[in-house]
C-alpha cells in the first residue's frame, strides 16, 4: 500500500479500535468507572506502553472489530 491507501488504512484501523474501545462503555457514555479506568489505563501512560497494549489493558481482552461491523452495518445501538 502507498500513499492515499496506505493512509486510509491506518484510518480505518484506528475506526476498527476507537469504536471497540467505545464499546466498553456500553450504554452509558458516562459511566464513571469506564472513564477511570479509560484515564488510568490510556490517558495517564502515555507512550510508556505500545498503543495495541494499552489498548488490550483498557479493553481486558484482545481488540475484534465486531463492534466496527456493528456500526457499519447500522446495528450499533446508540
Known amino acids: ?3 492515499y491507501q496506505a493512509g486510509y ?3 480505518m484501523w ?4 476507537a469504536l ?3 464499546s466498553a462503555f456500553g450504554d452509558n457514555l458516562n459511566n464513571p468507572e ?4 479509560y484515564r488510568q489505563t490510556i ?3 502515555g507512550s510508556q506502553k505500545n ?5 488490550k489493558d483498557f479493553l ?6 465486531k463492534a466496527f461491523f456493528s456500526e457499519i452495518t447500522g446495528q450499533r445501538v446508540k
Do not use: F, K
Request: charged share 20%; aromatic share 6%.
Open 1 to 3: 500500500l502507498m500513499g
Open 34 to 37: 469506564v472513564g477511570q479506568r
Open 20 to 22: 471497540d474501545m467505545l
Open 51 to 55: 498503543a495495541v497494549q494499552l489498548v
Open 43 to 45: 490517558l495517564s501512560q
Open 9 to 11: 488504512y491506518g484510518y
Open 60 to 65: 481486558g481482552r484482545e481488540p475484534d472489530n
Open 14 to 17: 484506528s475506526e476498527v479500535l
